[in-house]
């Protein structure tokens, strides 16, 4: 997919160049990853990623079993999160929350 230079005026020089490179504005709300109470409560057949078909137990898996070691380790593995970007939290707090039990 082609990318062009944003056609809105702003003052600050880095806002185009943040767009074309799809980082978030530094006014961006951070993520906030989902607690280890709501993480245990989600079962691991329960599809947390919808657009690229991931569950729980998937995500738990590969960050147990060491293949990775970060959220975007996991997002490049199983690609959750990688579409509308709904489930994020979601899946941020089951890498923590997995992360801190290995």
């Known amino acids: 997919?082609?990318?062009h230079a944003p056609t809105r005026t702003?003052?600050?020089?880095l806002?185009?160049?943040?767009?074309m490179l799809d980082e978030p504005p530094e006014d961006a709300t951070p993520?906030?990853?989902?607690?280890?109470?709501?993480?245990?409560?989600i079962?691991?057949?329960?599809l947390v990623c919808s657009c690229n078909n991931v569950s729980a137990g998937e995500i738990r898996d590969?960050?147990?079993s060491?293949?990775?070691?970060?959220?975007d380790d996991v997002q490049v593995?199983?690609?959750?999160?990688?579409?509308?970007?709904?489930c994020l939290s979601a899946v941020a707090g089951l890498v923590e929350v997995s992360l801190s039990r290995r």
């Not at 993520?31 to 409560?41: G, R, S, T, Y």
Request: with cysteine.
């Open 1 to 3: 997919m082609e990318k």
């Open 10 to 13: 702003t003052t600050d020089p």
């Open 15 to 19: 806002a185009a160049l943040r767009l």
């Open 31 to 41: 993520l906030v990853p989902l607690d280890a109470a709501a993480c245990d409560a």
């Open 43 to 46: 079962a691991d057949e329960t």
């Open 62 to 64: 590969v960050v147990c």
């Open 66 to 71: 060491g293949r990775c070691s970060s959220l």
């Open 77 to 86: 593995l199983t690609r959750a999160g990688g579409g509308c970007g709904s």
